[in-house]
């Protein structure tokens, strides 16, 4: 028995049933998908017997070579480079100060989350409304606004789709950081007072290198959620306009493998997907928690 469910048989008996859900639900589909990427798959009708022949490359040579494709994947670095950055400092320096607040406390903290929970299709409207040709934003803007609009200009949709995420899942992170923010000593702040460090200071010196550790998760789970961008632009743009400026590869992937009908062709891309998510999360986490 202890060969099998080694030192501490009770843990490994409650953790079985979590491992089946992932193996069912995570591993068992990539499996599948990385299968998939590797022949001609289609979608065929119920009980029908096809055969799905080995092709080897070609389909991740169709990933590679197809515009759409290229220009989706350029799409979502443009996201992750304003979003992943914003997010991680905009949480960090709100969540400092939500610790220091005495009053109302769990009001804003309240009020910051619940955008976080709120579904997306029931703000869209009010971020159509606001950047929408004739939106508030524009009416402010006067003159200034820009032309064409926002969300139908192939230089400001993704900016602008990069912002909204970050509004809507910024109180997730924020907590994150309000956890990390209980264990830092108060004797590290009084010392770097004592030794007259000003305000900034000791954010830099004491703060920072005290939620590294809560950093580095922030960073790698706005990483993985901004990969996985789908809802934003399928709503807010229409499915990925104008002319494919907002298009993500996973909202490619619904295209070509639902609407299209080439699932082989959209496992590809996942395929590729989840290992360029990897590596850019495997060296931020190498850089961020690095001596």
Do not use: C
């Amino acid at each position: 028995m202890t060969r099998v469910l080694g030192r501490h048989p009770v843990g490994m008996i409650l953790a079985a049933p979590y491992a089946v859900y992932i193996a069912i639900v995570f591993a068992y589909p990539f499996g599948f998908a990385v299968w998939m990427s590797f022949h001609d798959y289609f979608f065929a009708a119920p009980g029908a017997i096809v055969d799905h022949p080995f092709v080897g490359l070609d389909n991740y040579r169709a990933v590679v070579t197809d515009p759409a494709v290229r220009q989706a994947f350029r799409n979502i670095v443009v996201f992750l480079v304003i979003n992943v950055p914003l997010t991680t400092a905009l949480a960090l320096v709100l969540a400092v100060a939500l610790n220091r607040v005495v009053h109302a406390r769990a009001f804003l903290r309240v009020a910051f989350y619940v955008p976080y929970v709120t579904a997306s299709v029931a703000v869209v409207g009010v971020w159509l409304f606001l950047f929408n040709s004739d939106g508030l934003v524009n009416q402010v803007l006067g003159p200034l606004a820009p032309d064409p609009s926002w969300l139908v200009n192939e230089s400001l949709a993704m900016p602008v789709i990069a912002i909204f995420v970050t509004w809507k899942q910024l109180g997730f992170f924020i907590l994150l950081y309000l956890a990390a923010l209980q264990n830092v000593p108060k004797e590290l702040y009084e010392s770097a007072a004592v030794d007259g460090a000003s305000a900034w200071n000791r954010f830099w010196s004491v703060t920072v290198p005290a939620v590294r550790p809560a950093t580095a998760l922030v960073v790698i789970v706005a990483l993985i959620t901004g990969a996985n961008l789908f809802t934003e632009p399928y709503l807010l743009t229409g499915g990925g306009g104008p002319n494919g400026a907002s298009a993500s590869p996973v909202l490619v992937m619904y295209q070509r493998g639902i609407q299209q009908g080439e699932p082989d062709f959209a496992a590809a891309i996942g395929v590729l997907l989840i290992i360029g998510v990897l590596v850019v999360a495997y060296v931020n986490r190498r850089l961020i928690e690095r001596d």
